[in-house]
């Protein structure tokens, strides 16, 4: 007779790592497995971004917990090679135009991997003019590439450097030169429903 008791341990629950097959440019397949779960709960294939030239993939994924959301990115490569990108919990992915540089985009912080895995940072911010008000909560809403460069749409509220209630909301873009990500310009305005800033404002000639 099979007896239970109180302690006997659980059946192991199946496994809840999840997998993608990315298809490379002449029939190569690799199987990209994703980080493991969190609280039982997965992390789940969200963007699959393969690079023009082939010889690339970045695989992004993604939990969805309570209260929490995370995301983790992998770069696989047609040799089956597949590498875990360090601080990859980003929301926004492409790649640059030559294909030498991975830019993603988190809440407040933009980065770019090479393809060695080796990581750039910036912050962009939003500049306020006016005495004792200070910006927070800034958002980044909006990666684009501009020339030879990169553009960052961000929204930022602004407060009192006292504190309270937010008072106005700017919409900022930064344009960054690449690969170095040295800020080039920033435009402000004021965030309405139907404009955003633009990424360079026009220069006059010279005469």
């Known amino acids: 007779m099979l007896v239970l008791t109180a302690d006997a341990p659980l059946p192991p629950v ?14 190569r397949i690799v199987r990209v497995e994703g980080p493991v779960p969190m609280a039982d709960f997965p992390a789940n294939p969200i963007q699959t971004l393969l690079f023009p030239r082939g010889d690339a993939a970045a695989v992004r994924f993604c939990w969805d917990i309570p209260k929490y959301d995370s995301c983790q990115m992998r770069l696989a490569r047609p040799d089956g090679t597949v590498q875990v990108l360090k601080n990859s919990n980003v929301r926004q992915l492409l790649w640059t135009r030559d294909g030498k540089y991975l830019i993603g985009a988190g809440v407040n912080t933009v980065r770019l991997w090479n393809l060695v895995g080796g990581a750039r940072t910036a912050v962009p911010q939003t500049p306020v003019d006016e005495p004792n008000r200070v910006t927070r909560t800034r958002t980044i809403t909006g990666l684009q590439l501009h020339g030879n460069g990169l553009c960052v749409k961000l929204l930022a509220d602004v407060f009192r450097k006292s504190g309270g209630l937010a008072l106005a909301q ?9 690969p170095s990500l040295r800020p080039v310009e920033s435009v402000t305005l004021p965030a309405r429903s139907d404009a955003t800033a633009p990424c360079t404002m026009p220069h006059a000639e010279p005469g």
């Open 14 to 27: 199946p496994s809840l790592i999840r997998q993608v097959d990315v298809a490379f440019p002449g029939g």
């Open 170 to 178: 700017r919409s900022t873009t930064v344009h960054y030169a690449l």
